[in-house]
Each structure stands twice: as structure tokens, then as C-alpha cells.
């Protein structure tokens, strides 16, 4: 009965490599978020999406992709991987009742080691 | 400057103690504040949210002052399983829920 669920947990490769993050909510929510968490524990919102429709794109290289195939889903690929990609990337889903105060559901977290 | 800013801490308190967390933020028209928690190697769980009013949970006490754009937590009588990450978390405004996330205060509770 996962709410919030990420593939693969670990995920260690090499530089240059390409790579994707898969996350999945059953919660119903509408819309759904990644954060990276780096080195030094600072959680930053990535981007957003709200009925697969990106609201929130923060600047993040082009190399960051994501996609939502639908509402319950929104992977993350990563192209031409570097050292300094390597952190715990956070996916998240809430319900935008077009009101802030939102609680935001997150995954357990996808630990990247570039090397 | 950090748009939400904390001390990182470590707080090392004893069981049964009060501690306070501090958290303060730079964007005055910010609209919603949560404290969330975090264990070691685990995502974030929302705590509680902060009301203008204050507002309590057991034996967790949030404030906030909108003025000085300052946010608060008490814990009473500690336990050990509280110790964590406290992370402060501000709502910017905008037209999608936004969080921006303090650095987060450790907090270690000891016997």
C-alpha cells in the first residue's frame, strides 16, 4: 500500500552514462514534484507537474528531463550523468485544491552515486 | 541570503527536555509554513503545519510571526524517538505549491 514509490532505490554509474528515475504515486493527486537533496541534506524543489502539464521547471540543466505519462507518474532522465549529479533525488505528489497549504507526500528517495 | 534560513545544529538535549527550533524566512508575501521531519536516509514527513494563530500537537508547539517573517517549534518533554531533521518549510506564492525547504536543525535526544 506504497503512497509514493521510486525505482530503483540505489542507482551507482559511471560519468557520461544516461539514466532514468521512475516515480509513482496511488494516491489520486494531481500533481507530483522531484527535489534533489545533495551532499550537504539542502532539499531543492527540481520540477512539477500538475495533470502531466510542468508547472515548476527550476534551473536545472537540460540534461534533467522529465516526463509524466500520466497523473500517477513522473519519471526523470538524466543524460551525460556528472560527478557533481550525484545526490538522493526525491520524488513527491500532492492535491492542488488551489490552496497552499498542501501537504506534500514524498517517495523513500533514490540514493545516485555518479563515480 | 537563504530563503529560508535555520540553524543546522545538532541540538543534544536529554530525554524530558524542552528544546525551541528557529527558522526564519526572506519572501514577506510567503502564504503557508510547515515543519516537516526527517529521519536519517529517509524522505521528509510532514509534521505539522504553522498557523498565524499558533498552533499545538501533543507535545509539539508551532509559531509564527508574520512581522518579523519568523517561524517556530517547541518540543516538550523530549523523546528519544524525536530525534531527526526538523526541516522549516515555506509555500511561496506563485501559481503552483511550491515548498522551499530550510536546511533543516538536527536533533539528537539522549538518555
Known amino acids: 500500500d506504497t503512497a509514493v514509490s521510486q525505482t530503483p532505490k540505489y542507482l551507482v554509474t559511471q560519468m557520461g552514462n544516461d539514466k532514468s528515475i521512475k516515480c509513482e504515486q496511488n494516491l489520486g493527486h494531481d500533481t507530483m514534484y522531484w527535489y534533489k537533496q545533495d551532499s550537504k541534506k539542502f532539499l531543492k524543489i527540481m520540477f512539477s507537474?500538475?495533470?502531466?502539464?510542468?508547472?515548476i521547471n527550476e534551473t536545472v540543466p537540460n540534461r534533467f528531463s522529465p516526463k509524466s505519462p500520466d497523473k500517477a507518474h513522473l519519471n526523470l532522465h538524466i543524460n551525460s550523468l556528472e560527478l557533481g549529479d550525484s545526490a538522493v533525488y526525491f520524488c513527491?505528489?500532492?492535491?492542488?485544491?488551489?490552496?497552499?497549504?498542501?501537504?506534500?507526500?514524498f517517495g523513500p528517495g533514490t540514493r545516485l552515486t555518479v563515480t | 541570503r537563504k530563503e529560508v534560513e535555520q540553524d543546522p545544529g545538532p541540538f543534544n538535549v536529554p530525554e524530558g527536555a524542552t528544546v525551541a527550533f528557529n527558522c526564519t524566512y526572506s519572501n514577506s508575501a510567503s502564504q503557508s509554513f510547515f515543519w516537516y521531519r526527517q529521519d536519517c536516509r529517509k524522505e521528509p514527513k510532514l509534521l505539522m503545519s504553522v498557523y498565524s494563530s499558533g498552533n499545538e500537537d501533543g507535545r509539539f508547539t508551532a509559531q509564527l510571526n508574520r512581522a518579523s517573517q519568523y517561524i517556530s517549534l517547541l518540543i516538550r518533554d523530549s523523546k528519544l524517538s524525536d530525534s531527526a531533521t526538523y526541516l522549516c518549510v515555506v509555500n511561496s506564492v506563485g501559481t503552483a505549491s511550491k515548498l522551499t525547504f530550510g536546511t533543516g536543525t538536527r536533533l539528537q535526544v539522549t538518555l
Open positions: 513527491a505528489s500532492s492535491q492542488d485544491y488551489g490552496n497552499r497549504r498542501v501537504e506534500q507526500y
Open positions: 507537474y500538475n495533470n502531466k502539464e510542468l508547472i
